[in-house]
């Protein structure tokens, strides 16, 4: 299994700042890698997919960048509602799987 | 609506079988891959497997290969996962979710709203 790595595990920020969590990848995934948003009770849900593309309806101030190993999940202007854990996934093998995910608390 | 509606929760005794489902809505069911997600408590999200309802081609993940059977029904747009012999550490959260799009390699953009499956003597 390729095995992906998220840091920090928790992330403590305030409303309105520019927040950036890191996902490593133990070999390449080329650029197959998608981000999601999990909040307490909830399901997970899609905000980033193919590493930089925007899953409509989520709002613009969520980007992704990266490719190969290196991919990374901003938030720029940290919103109350963005309070969540926030998982990475690569679909590039035959196998996909998850970071272990990275709390984003106040 | 677009839609997966999952059954209820469960409570189970190890050593007994079960199947849960994931019903999909509002879209044509045959064309795009299900998966199931499992969160066991205060823990991240596992990748178990995924169907493809036209051929009912089913992958696993190598960790749930043999433990878990992924099945679907077109007539009724439901997808299953069955385990045939239940341990306590199946105790978790279990998520049915939709591919985005046709090809196998995606996020899942439709998630059901969860099953939650307790396994106790």
């Known amino acids: 299994d390729i095995q992906m790595t998220q840091s920090p595990s928790t992330l403590s920020a305030s409303v309105g700042d520019r927040v950036t969590i890191s996902c490593r990848a133990s070999?390449?995934?080329?650029?197959?890698l998608a981000w999601y948003q999990q909040k307490p009770g909830k399901a997970p849900k899609l905000l980033i997919y193919?590493?930089?593309s925007l899953q409509s309806p989520v709002p613009s101030r969520f980007s992704g960048s990266g490719s190969g190993t290196e991919f990374t999940l901003t938030i720029s202007g940290l919103q109350p509602d963005d309070f969540a854990i926030y998982y990475c996934?690569?679909?590039?093998?035959?196998?996909?799987?998850f970071g272990q995910g990275t709390k984003v608390e106040i | 609506e677009v839609q997966l509606v999952q059954s209820g929760a469960e409570v189970q005794k190890p050593g007994e079988s079960l199947t849960i489902s994931c019903q999909g809505s509002?879209?044509?069911?045959?064309?795009?891959?299900i998966g199931w997600v499992r969160q066991m408590p205060g823990k991240g999200l596992e990748w178990m497997g995924i169907?493809?309802?036209?051929?009912?081609?089913?992958r696993y993940s190598p960790s749930f290969q043999g433990q878990v059977t992924i099945s679907v029904d077109n007539s009724v747009s439901t997808a299953y996962l069955r385990w045939s012999n239940l341990k306590a550490s199946d105790t978790a959260m279990y998520y049915c979710?939709?591919?985005?799009?046709?090809?196998?390699?995606?996020?899942?953009?439709?998630w059901g709203q969860g099953t939650l499956v307790t396994v106790s003597s």
């Open positions: 979710a939709r591919l985005r799009g046709v090809r196998f390699n995606d996020g899942f953009n439709l």
């Open positions: 509002g879209y044509t069911f045959n064309n795009y891959w």
């Open positions: 169907i493809y309802p036209g051929d009912s081609d089913a």
């Open positions: 070999q390449s995934v080329s650029g197959w």
């Open positions: 193919d590493t930089s």
């Open positions: 996934q690569q679909y590039s093998s035959s196998s996909p799987t």
